[in-house]
């Protein structure tokens, strides 16, 4: 049995092939750049799921995606954090530019891809997103034990001012 090779999508067919994979997607526009894009999350995340470069000669047909998640970061946040995701993870880039942490994974359709192949990079997505928010909640307490030590010595403080607050938009639809 033969697979259809995807190597271009539409939007309407990438709603179709996140919602194949348990996923409750909803289109939006994005007024800045008069385009549509689907958004969706996962345990708790919401992403968006961004169109890329456009087919030549067709504005409704792209050949590339990206996997977009932002955090709203409270507090600090060290770049070395950051750079030790990148430098541990192989496919997904975390970026910090205050207050927003972004984590983003690219989709390319070049030369064609399979049906499961697609279904695979969102299953990689999916335990990208999962492993971030591991990875922040330890390395946010890592970062707080020093300083709970610090402030016990000193003076009695209320936990929530030494710690990080990261909110995820969990007013999105989950999957």
Do not use: K
Request: aromatic fraction near 8%.
């Amino acid at each position: 049995m033969s697979e259809t090779i995807i190597d271009r999508l539409c939007l309407d067919r990438l709603r179709e092939l996140f919602q194949l994979a348990g996923y409750r997607v909803e289109t939006l526009m994005d007024p800045a750049a008069s385009l549509a894009y689907l958004r969706s999350a996962t345990n708790g995340i919401a992403f968006d799921i961004r169109p890329g470069n456009m087919q030549p000669g067709d504005e409704q047909v792209f050949v590339d995606l990206a996997l977009i998640a932002v955090l709203h970061v409270q507090g600090e946040m060290p770049l070395d954090l950051v750079n030790r995701w990148n430098a541990t993870r192989r496919f997904a880039r975390l970026q910090f530019s205050p207050p927003f942490l972004a984590l983003s994974f690219d989709v390319s359709l070049a030369g064609g891809v399979s049906p499961n192949h697609l279904r695979g990079q969102i299953e990689i997505w999916d335990q990208l997103v999962q492993q971030l928010v591991t990875f922040l909640r330890e390395e946010f307490a890592a970062l707080a034990r020093p300083r709970q030590a610090d402030v016990a010595e000193t003076a009695t403080m209320p936990a929530a001012a030494n710690g990080h607050i990261v909110d995820a938009g969990a007013a999105h639809p989950a999957r």
